[in-house]
């Protein structure tokens, strides 16, 4: 079964300093789908950043980029010029090519994320 | 624009009493979930839909019941609330397979 693991519970930026939540997968498939959700203290949950697995090129949106090691099936998350308002839980979600029960996100456990002023 | 609307926002359930939690979507999705998210745990998931009739338990399904029977609607039912079911509920849909999901607010469920 495919997993998702988030291992920094906890992590701490300075704002307009740089940060990276790290995420790591186990799956077997070679073409599946990869997320990052932040979770504001509102609790909504809100999609920052989408990677396909076949494209090599790194996704990218304003602030948030990820670098995607398909072959240690790593999956982190870089926020530059961190603001106060990205302070969060931010989880990595995996989703796999096929519909049905493959097709459904799993979750890590998420980082907690907060920015000093 | 209302995306999926999740009722209620809040809720306080004594033990064995039962409950529906209400989701709709206005995107026509067909693809709707159900997540329960605990402290520390991440979200699990509890029930899915791909369309209007068909639905399937995912990792967390003991306890819960659901139907589908619009495309728009998804609700999930509690029958004997029990203290392990308090959490915060997650409703979600997805148009495919390869596009994130759209969540609802969620609802807190506390169970006593």
């Known amino acids: 079964a495919q997993t998702v693991t988030q291992s920094q519970p906890e992590m701490s930026v300075q704002e307009a300093e740089t940060v990276t939540l790290s995420c790591t997968y186990d799956t077997s498939e070679s073409d599946y789908y990869l997320f990052w959700y932040k979770q504001p203290p509102s609790r909504q949950m809100i999609l920052v950043i989408r990677q396909e697995a076949y494209k090599q090129q790194n996704a990218t949106e304003n602030r948030f980029s990820v670098n995607f090691q398909k072959a240690a099936k790593s999956f982190s998350l870089k926020i530059s010029d961190s603001q106060l308002g990205d302070a969060a839980m931010y989880f990595c979600a995996y989703r796999g090519p096929y519909g049905g029960s493959q097709g459904n996100l799993i979750f890590g456990k998420g980082t907690k994320l907060s920015v000093k002023p | 624009n209302a995306g999926v609307t999740q009722t209620p926002k809040f809720r306080i359930l004594k033990i064995g009493q039962s409950m529906t939690l209400q989701c709709t979507q206005d995107?026509?999705?067909?693809?709707m979930y159900w997540y329960r998210q605990d402290p520390g745990m991440g979200l699990k998931l509890i029930y899915y839909s791909v369309g209007a009739g068909i639905t399937d338990k995912g990792e967390v399904p003991n306890g819960y019941n659901v139907s589908r029977s619009t495309t728009e609607d998804f609700p999930l039912r509690l029958e004997l609330a029990a203290p392990s079911q308090t959490s915060v509920y997650f409703c979600?849909?997805?148009?495919?397979?390869?596009?994130?999901?759209?969540f609802g607010s969620g609802t807190r469920l506390t169970v006593v």
């Open positions: 979600a849909s997805s148009y495919d397979e390869g596009r994130g999901y759209t």
């Open positions: 995107m026509n999705h067909n693809y």
